[in-house]
């Protein structure tokens, strides 16, 4: 004789499915979708996406962007940017020897008194003594601090995205130094 199997109320109601958005720097395209019993569960849930694929630039192929589910409207997930990063793989690869790499660390501020941490990463034509890797660590974190002042949290995401931020910062570096490369190895909201 089969006996009954009793059925949760979780079970007995049926999932529905979310349009996860992207955060309005890419025009809340729809990065993917994600079935739930309930919406409030999905705020918070974080999405990592390959950069190529948002920009269809392959320039952008070793870079990944993570999005994080701030809010539910009817059927649609609205995301914000919480996360910036180049590949290790990509860091693997561009780190040679006969170059010095200078990393840094930091948190700025930006104009709407939004917090982000920050981790550039330059690369040397050739090796240089200490106090000019110390010299381009400094520059820079003041470059990135003023630019980040006077611009608002989207508008800095923008120029990072965009590799505005880059550009403009291996300008004033290249008077210290030649630069291989100039990138933001890491941006992360707090």
Known sequence: MATKKTVSKQQQKKKRWFNILASPEFRNVIIGETPSFAPESLVGRSIRVNLMTMTRD???????????????????????????EMGTVHIKRVVKRGKDKVDDSFVVTTSDNVQLRVKPFLITKNKVQHSVLTTLRK?????????????????????????????????VLKKIYPLALVEIRMLVRL
């Open 58 to 84: 392959p320039k952008k192929q070793n870079f990944s962007v993570s999005f994080k589910v701030k809010e539910i409207k009817g059927s649609d997930a609205h995301t914000e940017l919480a996360r910036y």
């Open 139 to 171: 520059v820079s974190r003041e470059f990135i601090e003023s630019e980040a002042k006077g611009k608002s949290c989207s508008d800095f995401w923008v120029s990072v995205l965009s590799s505005d931020l880059q550009r403009s910062m291996r300008g």
